[in-house]
């Protein structure tokens, strides 16, 4: 059974950084797609970034590049979310996930199927 946990979230000044991590387990094929989500009180799901194990090809959100970066251990199985000059507007609970189809890079929340509990990000002076 596939499983995300995600880690990492916190309080934060404005200009602060935050690294989130998200283990993955359950794992059985060779080749898959992670996504990390955000969500704030009121607003939709919004894509933040996505990854592909196998290659490595990497997107962003507009509003998170230059700013936030995503990266991979594959023999940890786990993906990290580096979030640095961290704004109000970034306050969220973050999600990772994993795409339904491996090939596809997406950060359109419905192209993303297993979703790990969510963990908390505030923005805050």
């Known amino acids: 059974q596939v499983q995300l946990v995600e880690s990492g979230g916190d309080l934060v000044q404005p200009g602060g950084s935050l690294r989130l991590s998200c283990v993955l387990s359950?794992?059985?094929?060779?080749?898959?797609?992670i996504g990390w989500f955000r969500q704030a009180p009121g607003k939709e799901r919004e894509g933040v970034s996505c990854i592909s194990n196998s290659d490595g090809s990497i997107q962003y959100a507009d509003s998170v590049k230059g700013r936030f970066t995503i990266s991979r251990d594959n023999a940890k199985k786990v993906v990290y979310l580096q979030m640095n000059n961290l704004q109000l507007e970034d306050t969220a609970v973050y999600y990772c996930a994993t795409a339904r189809n491996p090939f596809v890079y997406s950060l359109v929340w419905r192209d993303f199927g297993s979703w790990g509990q969510g963990t908390q990000v505030t923005v805050s002076s």
């Open positions: 359950g794992f059985t094929f060779p080749n898959y797609v």
